[in-house]
């Protein structure tokens, strides 16, 4: 982008994928969007562009925290997600080393961030989905709707056999669980703690997920005797609540440290 000849490389580069696309006889109109894009290239000129891994490192070598936000979930993991219905990289905490040239002895806490339920955009195994009128209260409590498709996302209870699995790959540290508020209204609430595989149980994930024929194993929770969206403190939040993440963390074998209670910024409450 900051070569003197980029506009020659992109041409040639446009050029050869336009010859592709008509031996598939089609036909794009690039003009549409080329204004914006060189628009767009002129403004990044303008930015400090450093060569990150060094930056990086010097913050580091100074003290420096730095905080790295994973993109997609744990289980969408090329390596070792629920292949083929995945994406096409590394998604879990290791993602911090190839992606942003940090060694693994950099790495200090990390957080694991999860849903009270389960959900999953598209196709893929999902064990605890819920395709009935449980999971359905689930979307519509969660607004579990695409952002800007509006495309409805598929529901169910919290996977903790999936959870822990993550927790392991990743070295989770501390976990936060969002949208806890959304089981405000719900008498009853479950969470899977083995499978059943070809009549055995197991609280391992199978290692091909997607061709396993795999019965979640529950163990259910009497809903909360009042909303966990009123709630600003960890004293605040109903008892049945709290031995409901009480058995989460003993299950995962890590400490649960903010619970969020709502959509607002502040509707997150430190767990004591």
């Known amino acids: 982008m900051l070569s003197k000849d980029f506009n020659k490389k992109y041409e040639l580069l446009k050029q050869k994928h336009l010859q592709m696309l008509r031996q598939y006889s089609y036909e794009v109109a690039l003009q549409e969007w080329e204004t914006e ?29 730095i905080l790295a936000e994973g993109a997609q979930g744990s289980m969408l993991d090329i390596d070792y997600g629920t292949y083929p219905f995945v994406t096409s990289s590394n998604t879990i905490a290791s993602g911090v080393c190839n992606g942003l040239g940090v060694a693994p002895s950099r790495i200090g806490e990390v957080y ?11 196709s893929g195994p999902f064990p605890t989905e819920l395709d009935n009128e449980t999971g359905e209260a689930l979307r519509k409590a969660g607004h579990e709707f695409g952002a ?29 669980v969002t949208k806890a508020d959304v089981l405000d209204g719900f008498k009853e609430v479950s969470a899977a703690i083995a ?10 994930l199978p290692f091909d997920l997607c061709n396993t024929d795999v ?4 163990r259910s929770f009497k809903g909360w005797e009042k909303p966990i969206s009123e709630c600003k403190t960890y004293e605040e939040l109903p008892g049945v609540f709290k031995e409901y993440c009480s ?26």
């Not at 499978?195 to 609280?203: L, Q, R, S």
């Not at 058995?247 to 004591?272: A, H, M, P, W």
């Open 195 to 204: 499978y059943n595989v070809a009549g055995a149980e197991t609280k391992e």
């Open 215 to 218: 019965k979640p194993i529950y």
């Open 148 to 176: 800007v498709t509006g495309r409805s996302r598929r529901c169910g209870w919290i996977d903790l056999v999936a959870l822990r699995y993550t927790v392991m790959l990743s070295g989770v540290t501390k976990i936060i």
């Open 37 to 65: 894009f060189f628009e767009a290239i002129e403004y990044l000129r303008t930015l400090q562009i450093v060569n990150a891994e060094y930056w990086l490192d010097a913050h580091l070598k100074n003290g420096k925290r």
């Open 247 to 272: 058995f989460i963390e003993e299950y995962l074998d890590t400490k649960i440290v903010f619970v969020s209670n709502g959509t607002g910024r502040d509707q997150i409450v430190e767990v004591k």
């Open 112 to 122: 694991g961030i999860s849903k009270a339920y389960c959900t999953r955009v598209g």
